[in-house]
């Protein structure tokens, strides 16, 4: 299969509007057309008459400290007013394939089309022009957002017009300016759009984060951008969003799907390439001041979720800024964990920002005027993507970045657990979050969740961590002298607790505390995303965790979208209801631009349909590879380059019910194991080297097939027709 076939898949799947916006500008998730280059981001609403469009970006923050203050807020824009398009129809496209939002408007003298995209390598937004019959006049505004203490600026540069707006002073830990530069093909500020002719809106958009002279800059840059270099800005671009969807692609025989499968990935890619600035809740479509719980890095499952598809796709890539703020801000979670709890290591509150900003900081006399929530797991939580990342990779480069993350957050468990009656315990840790954020309470009983004892999330992020850093300091040679004491960790650290629940044995949230929760899915979590739970463990673990998915039932839920579909295919629930019902969320829980939406939050909804589905048609959590483990077998599925554990990258199809061919590529050279697809048939194993073949040594073992592999070489296994 060329990977061409596979990148033309991608062009069918479009995010479709038929009427303007209906909710922009939000504090939340915006249900426009969104485009971005992984910093700079666009989002554009309005009527034909008048379009605006949204600019914000990764980077600009208002940099305060208490709760709700510092958060990334709206930069400004442009609107582009064409009056004659009055009572004119609306159609608009989000084009995947190319990142462009395509609109058409039909008025009654005029049909005019707009084309906006955004340089895959400039913060360079392009906005093309064209109309039918008669001419149309054309008036474009450029604004930023003004008050929230903020200051701006407006001004003219020959024929381009720019405007600021700047977070500074006192109270604020470190400044922020954004610019937009704007200027037209046409080189005035109105101009009349010809049929049969094309112009140009041109933004440049820039901050001080980006340039010490950013003002000048964004107006020499601008004013560079002619017909000649946009015909090369869109000649990069196109060929950087075709190599981007030639890295892994999926055929499962669901367009619905298939298609927020495409999708997830192309809003990741439009937020998720600025390695300084991660994005927060809802991204680069920032349309207000005041996005819901600040729209900073939410450290119980919000922030590390968006990303928890990407490493299976082999989009390595989008985890990129993942790590920076979680670095950032050690000397605050050193600080946290000696003054408040008497312990080294990490103690991370429920709210984080970028460049070290403390943004869950509150006037109330609970936790030191913190938002901890009443919970230690938020620097544990954030070591999932860390060793999901290297599993995955085996980059012993980045494993050794982030590795003083990863030991520090094991101090302070080593220091905050008690060991008793044989066994390590977890005291005073919420399995949910405790309402310490506020000074009345409606329950006289509202901080007994202060009080839980082994909470199920935390002990199996113990787990976790504490295999994740045996592997990977004995990968780097590092810390030999803790072994011992992590081993003694993970050998006697505490049971996941379970109870009965309508006739079944599931898993109980904690040990002591509370039981049950009536929303949300952290009663799987320790499934997914914390990989407690695999196809390879007990079969009595195996059942309960399935009993518990099936009393659980929240296919539907405000906060266990990126959870529970996953953790499901995780443990081998019916393949059939979980493609039936994340179908159904989909549907019913979308918006046209392809963004998945419940109320707990927005980006971290980009990693359920790819999690799962990719889930279903590889797993790789024992370090063994196995295909379609939880697809239904009369379902005709195959897929293009997704990753599996040991740094392999891998292409199968499943087809009349049988897995047809593997071909992998072992990018580190790691031991190989897969389970047998052919239980008693014949199969061969080649060494594939350009047009060259040699049969390889294998071993089959309780129905796994192992060989050693070479870096960089591929590999394919075929069913031998009978």
């Keep these: 299969m060329e990977a061409t076939e596979w990148k033309q898949r991608v062009k069918k799947y ?118 039918e019959g008669q001419s149309v006049s054309v008036t474009p505004d450029l604004w930023v957002q003004q008050g929230n203490g903020s200051e701006t600026e407006y001004g003219q540069d020959g024929d381009t017009a720019w405007a600021t707006r700047r977070f500074s002073g006192d109270d604020i830990e470190w400044p922020t300016e954004g610019v937009i530069a704007m200027r037209s093909s046409a080189g005035s500020h109105s101009f009349t759009l010809q049929p049969g002719t094309k112009q140009y809106l041109v933004a440049c958009v820039m901050t001080n984060h980006d340039e010490e002279n950013h003002l000048q800059e964004s107006i020499r840059k601008v004013g560079l951008i002619g017909e000649n270099m946009i015909a090369s800005l869109r000649s990069e671009h196109d060929d950087w969003w075709s190599a981007f969807w030639a890295k892994s692609a999926i055929e499962i025989g669901d367009e619905l799907l298939e298609k927020f499968w495409y ?117 544990a939580l954030s070591t999932v993507n860390m060793l999901m990342r290297f599993y995955y990779t085996y980059d012993l480069e980045y494993a050794g970045f982030v590795y003083p993350f990863l030991a520090e957050v094991a101090d302070f468990w080593e220091d905050y657990l008690t060991f008793e009656d044989g066994r390590y315990v977890i005291h005073r840790d919420a399995i949910h979050e405790v309402g310490t954020y506020t000074e009345s309470h409606d329950d006289d009983h509202w901080d007994r969740g202060l009080e839980d004892m082994n909470p199920i999330l935390s002990l199996a992020l113990i787990r976790m961590l504490f295999k994740g850093l045996l592997d990977i300091s004995r990968q780097l040679r590092l810390d030999a002298d803790r072994h011992e004491k992590w081993t003694h960790i993970l050998e006697h650290i ?39 739970i695999g196809l390879d463990s007990d079969p009595g673990l195996l059942e309960i965790a399935k009993d518990t998915i099936t009393v659980l039932n929240r296919w539907t839920d405000y906060n266990g979208f990126p959870t529970i579909f996953t953790a499901a295919a995780r443990v081998g629930y019916d393949p059939e209801t979980i493609l039936r019902e994340l179908r159904r969320q989909c549907s019913e829980h979308s918006f046209p631009n392809l963004f998945i939406f419940f109320g707990g939050g927005g980006i971290e909804c980009c990693s359920g349909v790819p999690a799962a589905i990719n889930e279903m048609l590889l797993q790789s959590h024992e370090q063994v590879i196995r295909l379609f483990p939880v697809w239904p077998r009369d379902k005709a599925a195959r897929f293009h380059n997704l990753r599996a554990v040991g740094a392999f990258v891998i292409s199968s199809e499943l087809s009349e019910g049988k897995v047809t061919n593997i071909e992998l590529t072992s990018e580190k050279g790691q031991p190989c194991r897969i389970f047998n697809p052919w239980p008693n048939e014949a199969f061969s194993l080649m060494e594939v080297d350009v047009e060259q073949q040699k049969q390889i040594e294998w071993q089959l073992s309780a129905d796994i097939i192992s060989f050693h592999t070479e870096t960089g070489k591929s590999y394919t296994l075929r069913r031998h027709e009978i």
């Design 494 to 532: 505490s049971e996941y607790p379970t109870f009965q629940r309508e006739g079944k044995t599931i898993f109980r949230l904690t040990e002591q505390g509370y039981d049950w929760w009536p929303d949300n899915t952290l009663a799987i979590q320790h499934i997914w995303p914390a990989g407690g």
């Design 263 to 379: 999708g997830s990935h192309y809003i990741m890619a439009c937020c998720s390439r600025n390695k300084r600035f991660a994005p927060g809740l809802f991204g680069n479509w920032i349309t207000t001041d005041t996005p819901e719980w600040s729209g900073d890095y939410h450290l119980n499952y919000n922030y590390q979720a968006p990303w928890w598809g990407v490493y299976s796709s082999n989009h390595i890539e989008l985890s990129e800024p993942y790590d920076t703020p979680l670095l950032e801000y050690m000397p605050n979670g050193r600080r946290y964990a000696e003054e408040y709890l008497g312990c080294r290591g990490l103690y991370y509150d429920v709210g984080i920002g970028p460049k070290g900003l403390p943004t869950a900081l509150c006037n109330t006399p609970y936790e030191n005027g913190h938002m901890f929530l009443g919970q230690k797991s938020n620097s």
């Design 14 to 131: 479009k995010g479709i509007f038929t009427e303007p916006p209906r909710t922009v500008p939000s504090d939340k998730v915006v249900d426009s057309p969104v485009i971005g280059n992984g910093d700079l981001g666009v989002t554009i609403s309005g009527r034909p008459e008048q379009q605006r469009v949204w600019i914000s970006k990764t980077d600009f923050w208002k940099a305060q400290k208490m709760y709700p203050n510092g958060s990334p807020c709206l930069l400004g824009g442009i609107d582009i007013h064409i009056p004659d398009l009055i009572n004119a129809s609306y159609y608009c496209e989000q084009r995947l394939d190319k990142a462009k939002v395509v609109s058409t408007f039909h008025g009654p003298a005029a049909s005019v089309y707009m084309t906006s995209w955004i340089s895959a390598w400039d913060n360079a937004l392009i906005v093309e022009l064209s109309c």
